[in-house]
Nanobody, 125 residues
Framework: QVQVAESGGGLVQAGGSLRLSCSAS????????MGWFRQAPGKEREFVAG????????AYADSVKGRFAISRDTARNTVYLQINSVTPEDTAAYYC??????????????????WGQGTRVTVSS
């Protein structure tokens, strides 16, 4: 059983920052790529950022480049998403996902095998 859990969401003022965390645990599961997605009210889920677990290379959606930063701590089995200069458009539920066998970071949600329940970020103007 693989468990993915996000934390760190909440209410933040526009222009502020916050850091989301994602821990993934389970008995001997493979994790090749870790990704962050978000889903705003009334919109489809969209890729935000991804990181290759062993190599550490990253990828970002164009809409967040320069403001979001994904990182990982392999010793803690945790992935982070640093969000800076937030705007009301960043208001969404943020989800962490695991792609077990991918070799490249993909933006399509269907390639990810395990998902967390999400953590909500609300940006006030």
């Amino acid at each position: 059983q693989v468990q993915v859990a996000e934390s760190g969401g909440g209410l933040v003022q526009a222009g502020g920052s916050l850091r989301l965390s994602c821990s993934a645990s389970g008995s001997s599961f493979s994790r090749s790529i870790m990704g962050w997605f978000r889903q705003a009210p009334g919109k489809e889920r969209e890729f935000v950022a991804g990181i290759h677990w062993s190599r550490g290379n990253t990828a970002y959606a164009d809409s967040v480049k320069g403001r979001f930063a994904i990182s990982r701590d392999t010793a803690r089995n945790t992935v982070y998403l640093q969000i800076n200069s937030v705007t009301p458009e960043d208001t969404a539920a943020y989800y962490c996902a695991v792609d077990r066998y991918g070799t490249t970071i993909r933006m399509e949600s269907f390639v990810y095998d395990y998902w967390g329940q999400g953590t909500r970020v609300t940006v006030s103007s």
